[in-house]
């Protein structure tokens, strides 16, 4: 668990990070800066689908840069390693208006 408000204390756990088109990329986090870019190591998109389940999309060693991030959140690996993503279904984020 993390031990604080900042992205210190999530270095080189598994999060997931939706940006501001309405992706979800989940990685290891390996490293970030004070514009709140972040690289990612071991990442994959997931892309929700109404119609078929869950589909991830390999993208490995990944930056974001930080003014296309919308949340950041730390992964329940345990729990995630138990969804069966085949059988999720769920509609694509919409994109964050400003």
């Not at 997931?46 to 490995?60: A, D, N, P």
């Not at 930080?66 to 993503?85: F, H, K, P, T, W």
């Amino acid at each position: 668990m993390s031990d604080g408000p900042g992205l210190e204390s999530l270095v080189d756990q598994t999060i997931s990070v939706i940006t501001n088109d309405g992706r979800n990329i989940v990685g290891i986090l390996k490293g970030f800066d004070q514009a709140t870019n972040i690289i990612l190591d071991e990442s994959h998109e997931r892309v929700y689908s109404t119609k078929e389940g869950v589909q991830q999309l390999v993208l490995g060693l990944y930056i974001i840069r930080g003014d296309n991030i919308s949340v950041v959140g730390e992964l329940d690996e345990e729990l995630d390693a138990n969804l069966d993503l085949s059988k999720l279904r769920a509609h694509p984020l919409k994109p964050v208006i400003h």
